[in-house]
């Protein structure tokens, strides 16, 4: 069974970058599909971004297209999320999630492992 970490976020202000870091361990990383999600305080957890195992199809949230891109290294074990001209809006705890296989990406309980989360703030 996969274990994910996610690291990466922090505080910054508004227009900078950040770079998630979700790195697996107990499985076959490269068996998995993956995604990331957030949830700021009083809203739910929504769909940020996936990446197919093989990284040959990706899909992000209409909000985040153009400024993230996710990525993975499956060597690394790991998955990336590059969040670049963050607003005040993007602040949220990030989730990495992990699933051998979906056709609802963008569900949360298509999602079979799940971090414990990584906190980014943006101040305006």
């Known amino acids: 069974q996969v274990q994910l970490v996610e690291s990466g976020g922090g505080l910054v202000q508004a227009g900078g970058s950040l770079r998630l870091s979700c790195a697996a361990s107990g499985g076959t990383f490269s068996s998995y599909f993956m995604g990331w999600f957030r949830q700021a305080p009083g809203k739910e957890r929504e769909f940020v971004a996936a990446?197919?195992?093989?990284?040959?199809?990706?899909d992000y949230a209409d909000f985040v297209k153009g400024r993230f891109t996710i990525s993975r290294d499956n060597p690394k074990n790991t998955m990336y999320l590059q969040m670049n001209s963050l607003t005040p809006e993007d602040t949220a705890v990030y989730y990495c999630?992990?699933?051998?296989?979906?056709?609802?990406?963008?569900?949360?309980?298509?999602?079979?492992?799940w971090g414990q989360g990584t906190q980014v703030t943006v101040s305006s």
């Open positions: 999630a992990a699933t051998y296989s979906t056709r609802l990406p963008r569900r949360g309980t298509s999602y079979d492992h």
């Open positions: 990446i197919s195992q093989r990284s040959i199809s990706t």
